[in-house]
């Protein structure tokens, strides 16, 4: 069994940036970070966000709307940002309080400035295999993970389970496009598939998208299979001095046993997500330069 770094290949990438970013004479990239009101995990990701935007030579702006603000008043927000020539990638943190209506926020940043890639402009793109637009990130980084780990889904099953807009719906888009590195038969669950482990023992690489903790266990593979697994989730663990661990959806002791290739949580996908907003936002630099 390989483990699969995410934050090794993470860290190859953001020196990657590093280097364009040093290169770039004149304006360098700037990123405006949105973050309506203080979720704990909201706060950490996007401290986590601003520290390696820093690490690479990217200026980011931090804006912090109060947890009350009207859903009109975040839209203006939204326009001063889209308006302002020296922002080139606006991200809005997930999740925004109730009065908030996320799809809607994330249908007026500008695509050309929509480095989280949720807007529809950006989803629509990924549909057409049009690789002008931003793939959003979560997707981007198990794309990028499984290219960089020699993985080519040409002629592979692909299982995903879970069809959300921010992960298993365009990952599945991707690993389906007729390209180089995709190119896979794509098979998507969710909880109204029938007998899902029939299904999920056919996948040669199989994504685990679906926020409950490992729920995929070794009886529900094939040896061999390589697992990407997107789960982020809290389980109590009173040995911890914050009374939590985190786990991904994978049984990873159980299923490690059998895989071929497989990423760990923490240290998986989770870095590769953040590595790769900030190559959406490098990205969006170069196009706007270029315009
Ligand atoms: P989500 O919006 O809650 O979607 C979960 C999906 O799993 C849904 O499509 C749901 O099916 C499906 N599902 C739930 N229970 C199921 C079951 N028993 N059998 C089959 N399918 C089932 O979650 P998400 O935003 O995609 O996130 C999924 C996980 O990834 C979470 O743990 C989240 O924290 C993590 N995540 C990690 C990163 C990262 O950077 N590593 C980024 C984003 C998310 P239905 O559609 O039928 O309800």
Redesign the pocket.
């Known amino acids: 069994m390989e483990l699969i770094d995410g934050n090794q290949i993470a860290s190859t990438i953001i020196a990657e940036l590093k280097a364009e970013v040093a290169a770039i004479t004149g304006r360098k990239p700037c990123i405006a970070l949105v973050r309506v009101g203080d979720d704990p995990a909201s706060v950490s990701y996007v401290r986590k966000k601003e520290k390696t935007a820093a690490e690479i030579g990217i200026e980011s702006r931090i804006i912090l709307p109060p947890v009350d603000i009207p859903h009109a008043d975040l839209e203006k927000v939204i326009d001063e940002l889209n308006a302002d020539d020296t922002v080139d990638g606006i991200l809005v943190q997930s999740p925004m309080p109730k009065q908030i209506d996320e799809l809607l926020i994330f249908r007026r940043i500008s695509p050309a400035k929509d480095v989280d890639g949720l807007g529809t402009m950006n989803l629509g793109k990924v549909a057409q295999d049009d690789d002008t637009g931003f793939v959003s990130c ?1 997707p981007a980084g198990i794309m990028a993970l499984l290219a960089r780990s020699n993985v080519d889904l040409k002629g592979k099953h692909v299982v995903v ?4 807009l ?3 719906k365009p990952v599945a888009l991707l690993a389906l496009q007729k390209k180089a590195g995709a190119n896979g038969t794509v098979t998507v ?5 029938a007998d ?1 482990p029939a299904i999920t023992r056919q996948a040669d690489v199989l994504i685990a ?4 903790p490992n729920f995929v266990t070794r009886d529900m593979v094939k040896p061999g299979v390589v697992v990407i697994d ?4 809290r389980v109590e663990d009173a040995a911890k001095k914050s009374g939590y661990r985190l786990t991904g ?1 994978v049984d990873f002791a159980g299923v490690a046993e059998l895989a071929g290739k497989i990423t760990p949580v923490p240290g998986g ?2 870095p590769m ?1 953040v590595a790769m907003l900030m190559s959406n936002t490098v990205k969006a630099h170069r196009q706007r330069s270029a315009a």
């Open positions: 979560t389970i879970g069809r959300s921010l992960v298993g669950c969710h909880s109204g598939t899902l998208a679906i926020g409950r997107v789960g982020i989730n959806d996908v989770g997500t």
